[in-house]
């Protein structure tokens, strides 16, 4: 378990060092600086660290709005840090006067062309919801770590109706209690499993991993 901890906070370290590179060579790509806030959001490790994640992701939507991921991220970091109404509408705000047409975490919460920008976003919450709350103690814990003395994860129940059926997390990857490097590489969970164990998964569910729902069957 130690060698494990160990491996984890070096490769966040190089992480680090890859992303403040990358700035060096891209200062104003959002999708660069989208990443470096998912370094700081992984709890697994010592780069946890919510308020320059925040920072990151204000950066990420100044410069590249039209990047969906960062919204969804950003919504994760503000349901961890129990935001209030008003800066969750401000974010949905955002989001929707830039209207994101891409990104792997966007795409997996858009399963429809005719949903809204308003309603990817109100998906995103539901299944962000069900995950946090699934791995609540990974995240209490590295909240704590990071100053947040006694934190406690506090999310309304998920309302599971709002989630499209195929976007349910499956069980089998949801409650998988073991850790493992990739789990926090994005705002959701399952799909990073999924990701990972893409050999397993049927032509449907390879498809909707690149294409969510934005694509025009005929």
């Known amino acids: 378990a130690v060698d494990t901890a160990r491996s984890r906070h070096a490769q966040a370290a190089l992480q680090l060092r890859v992303f403040c590179e990358a700035l060096q060579e891209v200062p104003k790509s959002g999708e660069v600086w989208c990443e470096g806030a998912r370094i700081c959001m992984d709890p697994t490790t010592r780069a946890f660290n919510p308020a320059a994640a925040r ?8 410069f590249t709005p039209q990047y969906g991921d960062s919204f969804v991220e950003y919504l994760r970091l503000l ?19 830039a209207e994101p047409n891409y990104g792997t975490l966007w795409f997996h919460c858009k399963r429809s ?15 962000l919801i069900v995950e946090l709350r699934q791995h609540a103690s990974v995240y209490e814990a590295a909240m704590r770590q990071a100053g947040f003395a006694g934190y406690v994860l506090s999310l309304p129940p998920p309302d599971v109706s709002i ?28 799909l990073n499993r999924m990701i990972r164990r893409v050999s397993s998964l049927s032509f449907e569910q390879r498809r909707a991993l690149i294409y969510g729902g934005d694509q025009l069957v005929p």
Not at 79 to 97: I, K, T
Not at 113 to 127: K, N
Request: hydrophobic fraction near 50%.
């Open 55 to 62: 920072r990151f992701l204000e950066f990420a939507i100044e």
């Open 79 to 97: 349901l961890l840090l129990h935001a209030g109404r008003a800066e969750l509408a401000r974010l949905v705000q955002l989001c929707v006067n």
């Open 113 to 127: 062309l005719l949903l809204s920008t308003r309603q990817v976003l109100v998906i995103a919450q539901q299944l």
């Open 163 to 190: 989630l499209p059926a195929e976007l349910s997390p499956p069980n089998e990857l949801l409650e998988d209690s073991a850790v493992l490097p990739g789990d926090f590489t994005t705002g959701s969970l399952t």
